[in-house]
């Protein structure tokens, strides 16, 4: 699965939007861009996928590049519950349906709020 | 629904001794991973199960290290004579159609272990 870079740690204040970037310049045809935060002792929990085109959920928006070599996580009015390290993982959807679908985390992005 | 379940949450043992962790995974889902997530090295990859297929133990540290899923549903990680490299938090995740492109991975709350 192709690399992901994002930065180690961005700050906001509650109830303003945030937006999470990640890079990931050498992704492939088929890598789905997948984000997944992990609050304080906690596991990781999924947050939004997709491959090509803008999504949205209740918890996220995702926007992707044209050219698919970055996107954008969009916290639209974040919360002290939003305080988190959050993780853009790309899945190889051939790979996954061979091989499994097993997550390759990077680093993240801690995401802290002020109130 | 029940969500996944781990246990112990929290674990001290000694150097050398043999520890258990279990996971019970949210029901009717097919594929089981372990992870572990130690302090500065981030969430790394141990084993994966899928049915009946043979698991995936590409990412195990060492053969110190095994697990097995018994049923189809609950797995167990061992660590044989542990080490105190071996302390982190071990954490299970459950999907239920790992090869579909819509897979969401459903992580437990973890087994932080202590090795003394």
């Known amino acids: 699965d192709a690399k992901t870079t994002q930065p180690n740690s961005m700050e906001s204040n509650e109830e303003e939007p945030v937006h999470l970037p990640c890079n990931h310049s050498t992704i492939s045809g088929t890598d789905y861009i997948h984000w997944y935060r992990q609050l304080p002792s906690q596991g990781p929990e999924y947050v939004i996928h997709?491959?090509?085109s803008n999504v949205n959920n209740r918890m996220a928006s995702l926007a992707i590049a044209e050219d698919r070599k970055s996107s954008t996580l969009i916290l639209h009015r974040a919360t002290l519950r939003d305080a988190a390290v959050y993780y853009c993982i790309l899945r190889d959807i051939f790979n996954t349906y061979n091989q499994g679908g097993k997550l390759i985390f990077g680093q993240g992005t801690e995401l802290s709020v002020k109130p | 629904g029940a969500g996944v379940s781990q246990s112990p949450s929290n674990k001290v043992t000694e150097k050398g001794k043999d520890v258990e962790l279990r996971c019970d995974p949210i029901?009717?889902?097919?594929?089981l991973y372990w992870y572990r997530q130690s302090l500065g090295q981030g969430l790394e990859f141990l084993i994966y199960?899928?049915?009946?297929?043979?698991?995936?133990k590409s990412g195990l540290p060492s053969d110190r290290f095994s697990a097995e899923r018994t049923g189809g549903s609950v797995s167990t990680l061992t660590i044989q004579r542990t080490q105190q490299e071996d302390s982190a938090v071990y954490l299970c995740?459950?999907?239920?159609?790992?090869?579909?492109?819509?897979?969401?991975?459903?992580f437990g709350p973890g087994t932080r272990l202590t090795v003394l």
């Open positions: 995740a459950s999907s239920l159609d790992p090869g579909g492109r819509a897979d969401t991975q459903y």
């Open positions: 997709g491959l090509t």
């Open positions: 029901s009717g889902h097919t594929a």
């Open positions: 199960f899928q049915g009946n297929s043979a698991p995936d």
